[in-house]
């Protein structure tokens, strides 16, 4: 049973930074690509970041890219998403989520939730102006 567990989220002011966290368990999590999505609401999920098994691919929508950072740590099993100079635009639920096949690369691009399989519980972030 793959399980993965968001932490991190919290109140922050415009400008501010915040990392969140997702552990993850079940399989070998070095294998598989992983993401982060958000969910305002209203509005649709959307895509923040992915990031290829062995950690060296990412990639980013333009409303993120050069304030996000998505990393992992695959011998902890542990996923990141550095927030920097946050926004109140980017007051969302976030979610870690994972792939359902091994090995896929990252291509540059949006990302359709539908790509992805396991997600998990979500974490509140809430950016003030």
């Known amino acids: 049973q793959v399980q993965l567990v968001e932490s991190g989220g919290g109140l922050v002011q415009a400008g501010d930074s915040l990392r969140l966290s997702c552990a993850a368990s079940?399989?070998?999590?070095?294998?598989?690509?992983m993401g982060w999505f958000r969910q305002a609401p209203g509005r649709e999920r959307e895509f923040v970041a992915i990031?290829?098994?062995?950690?060296?691919?990412?990639d980013y929508p333009p409303s993120v890219k050069g304030r996000f950072t998505i990393s992992r740590d695959n011998a902890k099993s542990l996923l990141f998403l550095q927030m920097n100079s946050l926004k109140p635009e980017d007051t969302a639920v976030y979610y870690c989520t994972s792939d359902r096949f091994p090995g896929r690369p990252v291509i540059a691009g949006p990302h359709d939730p539908h790509e992805f399989y396991y997600w998990g519980q979500g974490t509140q972030v809430t950016v003030s102006s």
């Open positions: 079940g399989r070998t999590f070095a294998s598989y690509r």
């Open positions: 990031i290829g098994g062995s950690g060296g691919d990412t």
